[in-house]
């Protein structure tokens, strides 16, 4: 039997061989490991792992974070923001006449 005892065999997850600790009841080489295999199995994240933490993790994952994104934006004063909708509406006029120049020449001519 010690033969048998010092086998090794495959953890499920990394495929690393290892010496269970509890024979033909531990898949995984660690905590790690059977934690990663559980999660890709439900194809979530760990359900002790709260909300917050879990955006946080994304978040690092993305390698950016909403604080960076703001710095990075200068917030425009109110002038500025208002010449952008003036030149927007100044745009969608221009779109809207453009519009009704091609929709005149798609229709059909008057009877
Ligand atoms: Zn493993």
């Not at 690092?60 to 004063?77: C, F, I, L, M, S």
């Not at 006449?97 to 005149?104: C, F, G, I, K, N």
């Given at each position: 039997?010690?033969?048998?005892?010092?086998?090794?065999?495959?953890?499920?997850?990394?495929?690393?061989?290892?010496?269970?600790?509890?024979?033909?009841?531990?898949?995984?080489?660690?905590?790690?490991?059977?934690?990663?295999?559980?999660?890709?199995?439900?194809?979530?994240?760990?359900?002790?792992?709260?909300?917050?933490?879990?955006?946080?993790?994304?978040?690092?994952?993305?390698?950016?974070?909403?604080?960076?994104?703001?710095?990075?934006?200068?917030?425009?004063?109110?002038?500025?923001?208002l010449a952008a909708i003036g030149q927007l509406a100044e745009r969608l006029t221009a779109m809207e006449q453009l519009q009704q120049q091609l929709l005149a020449l798609l229709r059909?001519?008057?009877?």
């Amino acid at each position: 039997m010690s033969l048998l005892d010092n086998s090794q065999i495959a953890c499920e997850y990394c495929r690393r061989k290892f010496v269970p600790k509890k024979r033909w009841v531990q898949k995984y080489c660690g905590s790690p490991c059977r934690v990663a295999a559980c999660n890709q199995r439900a194809g979530r994240a760990h359900p002790l792992e709260s909300q917050s933490a879990t955006k946080a993790r994304r978040r690092k994952e993305r390698g950016r974070t909403p604080t960076a994104v703001a710095v990075n934006q200068p917030v425009p004063t109110n002038e500025e923001v208002l010449a952008a909708i003036g030149q927007l509406a100044e745009r969608l006029t221009a779109m809207e006449q453009l519009q009704q120049q091609l929709l005149a020449l798609l229709r059909p001519p008057p009877v």
